[in-house]
Antibody, heavy 123, light 110 residues
Framework: EMQLVESGGGLVQPGGSLRLSCVASGFTFRDYVITWVRQAPGKGLEWVSAVSGSGATTYYADSVKGRFTISRDNSRKTVDLEMNSLRAEDTAVYYC????????????????WGQGTVVNVSS | QSALSQPPSASGSPGQSVTISCTGTSRDIGTYNYVSWYQHHPGKAPKLMIYEVTKRPSGVPDRFSGSKSGNTASLTVSGLQAEDEADYYCSSYRGSGNWGVFGGGTKLTV
């Protein structure tokens, strides 16, 4: 069974940092882009960041560019999201998700999602 | 403001059908046959219900169907069941280097 499990969420003060992790199992990890998608309280889904299968190419939403860094370790089947200079508007449930397509360079279809980890940015 | 436009709410009685629309532009829905729909129950992981406009992943009931006309895609849920009550999000491909262009979501009440 394909599975993703997130961890690392918590309460952090504005301006602080947090590192989220996503561990995969049940599929050939290196073949697929992994993305982070978030949902702020009362809001819809917002794509945050993506990393190619090799880890060589990364993508960011304008709202997090320069503050968040995505990376992956294919030997450990993990994807990390390093979040710096956090703001109140970054408060959300953060999901990692697997792209449906092999080695794609852009997608709208994510077929495996984790249960999410909660990030609360507040003083 | 979301890149794709969805009605905030929709409703239907058990056994009825309901259609949720998703309006984009010629940059996304109007050009590419890559539209996905997700079902999201609060507190759970979103679930892919439709991809490539009309295709259903394994395990998704055939009560769920997708279509597209011009810049607008639609999700139809037939034979509504209580467990269909959830938030539904559309998403469209927008070319290489673009990921997860989502609609604002539609809350379906059964």
């Amino acid at each position: 069974e394909m599975q993703l499990v997130e961890s690392g969420g918590g309460l952090v003060q504005p301006g602080g940092s947090l590192r989220l992790s996503c561990v995969a199992s049940g599929f050939t990890f290196r073949d697929y882009v992994i993305t982070w998608v978030r949902q702020a309280p009362g809001k819809g889904l917002e794509w945050v960041s993506a990393v190619s299968g090799s880890g060589a190419t990364t993508y960011y939403a304008d709202s997090v560019k320069g503050r968040f860094t995505i990376s992956r370790d294919n030997s450990r089947k993990t994807v990390d999201l390093e979040m710096n200079s956090l703001r109140a508007e970054d408060t959300a449930v953060y999901y990692c998700a697997k792209d449906s397509y092999y080695d794609s360079s852009g997608s709208d279809a994510f077929d495996v999602w984790g249960q999410g980890t909660v990030v609360n940015v507040s003083s | 403001q979301s890149a794709l436009s969805q009605p905030p709410s929709a409703s239907g009685s058990p056994g009825q059908s309901v259609t949720i629309s998703c309006t984009g532009t010629s940059r996304d829905i109007g050009t590419y046959n890559y539209v996905s729909w997700y079902q999201h129950h609060p507190g759970k992981a979103p679930k892919l219900m439709i991809y490539e406009v009309t295709k259903r992943p394994s395990g998704v009931p055939d009560r769920f169907s997708g279509s597209k006309s011009g810049n607008t895609a639609s999700l139809t849920v037939s034979g509504l069941q209580a467990e269909d009550e959830a938030d539904y999000y559309c998403s469209s491909y927008r070319g290489s280097g673009n990921w997860g262009v989502f609609g604002g979501g539609t809350k379906l009440t059964v």
